[in-house]
């Protein structure tokens, strides 16, 4: 399988150095407000450092929402699911957010009953001391989540 017709062996590794990392997501099954951090602390291994070329979120539930994406190269004060992004950050989490990622409701495309919204050409260089990315996925409207594995994140990293 891969991404934009290029393919990943079983490692999801591919020729000149592009990995692909995904993380497992557990999310409420249930209602959530405007702002709030769904499926909590995202923690991607990417290795020391690259490039994020390309995200992907897929949405089992086909709600289509609108997300910010808040990408740290440190690890960030902790918020767990279902509460508001912001609430419990410090200046010293601020100092390590590297970029916010809009994935706008009008950017996805549905296949059956799947959705799925994909940044391509993010072209996001980082640095990971301590070989991680860590990821917020803020809400912007507040879903209804009716299974707690609907929403998937996927990066495309290219290694330096």
């Known amino acids: 399988m891969g991404i934009g017709g290029v ?4 490692d999801h590794e591919r020729v000149f150095g592009v990995t692909k990392g995904q993380t497992a997501i557990v999310v409420t099954a249930g209602a959530y407000s405007a702002n709030d951090i769904v499926g909590g602390k995202l923690v991607f291994a990417v290795g020391a ?6 995200i992907l979120l897929t949405d089992a539930a086909n709600q289509s929402e609108a ?3 808040h990408i740290f190269d440190a690890e960030p004060t902790a918020i767990v699911d279902n509460i508001a992004y912001g609430t419990t950050l410090v200046i010293a989490d601020q100092m390590n957010k590297i970029a916010e ?3 706008a409701a009008g950017r996805y495309t549905t296949d059956n009953s799947l959705a799925w919204a994909r940044v391509p050409n993010v072209d996001l260089k980082f640095h990971a001391p301590n070989g991680n990315l860590y990821v917020y996925a803020e809400c912007l409207s507040g879903p209804t989540q009716g299974a707690t594995d609907d929403i998937q994140i996927s990066m495309l990293i290219q290694k330096n």
Do not use: F, W
Not at 7 to 10: A, G, L, P, Q, T
Not at 49 to 54: E, K, N, Q, R, T
């Open 67 to 69: 997300y910010t994406l």
């Open 101 to 103: 990622i809009s994935l």
């Open 49 to 54: 450092g690259g490039i994020v070329a390309d």
């Open 7 to 10: 393919v990943i062996n079983d």
